[in-house]
């Protein structure tokens, strides 16, 4: 339906926005992409430089100049997901989330208001919702009380696109995805499990009691999602969550591992409900709301955990 149509992508050398960059260019859009390399990987949009349709630049969003001169007026689209996006880090570092966050999502948002580009995308986040234990959070739930910096700074970076949208006539579609995971991941936990198990095969340290318990969507899935929404959902502003429906616990997600590497691992766990500061135990995302568009997840959580293992191991 867009089709032809010149898309930018922040934090698209990112392990989403890079695959979300092979998406569109496969499916004849104008791609470019700014990253800042500080998470991101050369490796991961490396293949498509020779592509006509590609352009990379390394731009920081906290400089305000430099984004700027990226937006050029041929944009149509701008699909946000440049960020902090491991909430682990931020609890160690909370300034972390307040500038890769707020203050880049401001920058760019005033950077489409002088260009005068008038759509985002954006990538927010679940931890919105804060810890609300088991209630199925629907789009409209409030009140919005993050647990995290990571969290805080998502619900204010929407904020500001709401307020965009209301003042200089911006419009937003913004996801608000579960845990995403998938080949070119560089944290996480199926990722740190595979990581910490090929350092010591004989024993797995778990952070937290083991049954925390979320929902884990594969990143195909997710691609799928956002190029549906796009096309479909044509309000001011449209809000989406999006999770598998299904959930696994982090002790499902050690066993799964340690199955796929054919080991013996012995488990230990440190103790307590939550693995870190801003972590949340249950996490339970409504997403009645995408699926009457016509989405529906092609893995389940266990499915994609154990083909995101297998990705990574090189054993599909
Ligand atoms: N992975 C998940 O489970 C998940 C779930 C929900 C939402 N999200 C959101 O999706 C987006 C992408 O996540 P991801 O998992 O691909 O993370 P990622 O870390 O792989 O990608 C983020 C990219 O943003 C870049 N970046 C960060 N700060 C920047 C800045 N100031 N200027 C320019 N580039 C900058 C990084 O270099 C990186 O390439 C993030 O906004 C994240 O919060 C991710």
Redesign the pocket.
């Known amino acids: 339906m867009k089709k032809n149509k010149e898309i930018l992508i ?2 698209g ?5 890079s695959q979300l960059a092979d998406h569109f260019l496969k499916n004849g859009y104008g791609v470019t992409v ?7 990987k050369r490796e991961f949009f490396e293949h498509n430089l020779k592509n006509s349709k590609y352009k990379f630049f390394e ?4 400089d305000k100049k430099s984004i700027e001169s990226v937006l050029t007026e041929k944009i149509d689209t701008v699909f946000h ?5 491991d909430i682990s880090r931020s609890a160690r570092d909370p300034q972390i989330d307040l ?2 966050t707020t203050t ?1 999502t401001f920058n760019l948002l005033e950077g489409m208001r002088i260009k005068g580009i008038k759509k985002i995308f954006y ?4 931890g919105v919702y804060g810890d609300v234990g088991n209630i199925s959070t629907k789009e409209n739930f409030g009140p919005l009380c993050p647990v995290s910096m990571y969290g805080a700074t ?1 619900l204010s970076a929407e904020a500001m696109i709401y307020a965009y949208s209301n003042l200089f006539n911006i419009q937003s579609w913004v996801l608000r ?5 998938g080949p070119r ?2 944290h ?1 936990v199926v990722f740190d499990f595979i990581n910490k198990l090929m350092k010591n095969p004989e024993k797995l340290i778990v952070l937290g009691d083991g049954k925390q318990s979320k929902s884990y969507i594969y990143v195909s899935d997710v691609i799928a999602a956002v190029d549906l929404v796009w096309n479909n959902s044509n309000e001011m502003r449209n809000i989406f969550n999006i999770s598998s429906g299904s959930y696994v616990t982090v002790e499902e997600i050690a066993k799964i591992i340690i199955e796929e590497m054919s080991l013996k691992t012995k488990i230990e766990y440190t103790g307590g409900a939550i693995g870190w500061k801003g972590d949340v135990s249950i996490v339970r995302i409504n997403s009645e709301k995408i699926a009457k568009l016509g989405w529906k997840s092609n893995y389940t959580s266990g499915e994609a955990v154990k083909k995101t293992a297998r990705k990574i191991l090189g054993l599909e």
Request: charged share 10%; glycine share 16%.
């Open positions: 922040t934090g050398a990112g392990f989403i926005g700014v990253d800042n390399l500080i998470w991101g731009v920081d969003l906290l997901l440049a960020a902090n996006s500038n890769n880049a990538f927010s986040g679940s998502k995805p579960a845990n995403i995971i991941a560089t996480g």
